[in-house]
């Protein structure tokens, strides 16, 4: 879902394609011991090039747990993991 948000950010999201932290170039994760963190992570899509943060964690993880589409959590969600 949140690949979805991001493969076609309108104006006010463009500053939510941007990571939290600074990442090294060629890096996908935040340079160790950066002072760049952002302050408020609840304006990010991701905290660094590949880690969602949790504002996007918490939007997607009730489709992870029941799935509504077999694309959501494939080949079991974890509701059916569970009952297994």
Known sequence: ??????????PALL???KPCCRVAEG??????NGKDVCIDRSHY???DNIH???????SV???YYS???QS???PYDIKELTLR
Not at 27 to 32: G, R
């Open 45 to 47: 899509l991701f905290f």
């Open 72 to 74: 959501d959590a494939y």
């Open 52 to 58: 969602p943060t949790e504002n996007v964690l918490k």
């Open 15 to 17: 500053r939510l394609m």
């Open 67 to 69: 799935a509504l589409k």
């Open 1 to 10: 879902m949140a690949i979805g948000i991001s493969q076609n950010p309108g």
């Open 61 to 63: 993880a009730p489709r």
């Open 27 to 32: 890096s996908y994760t935040c340079i160790p």
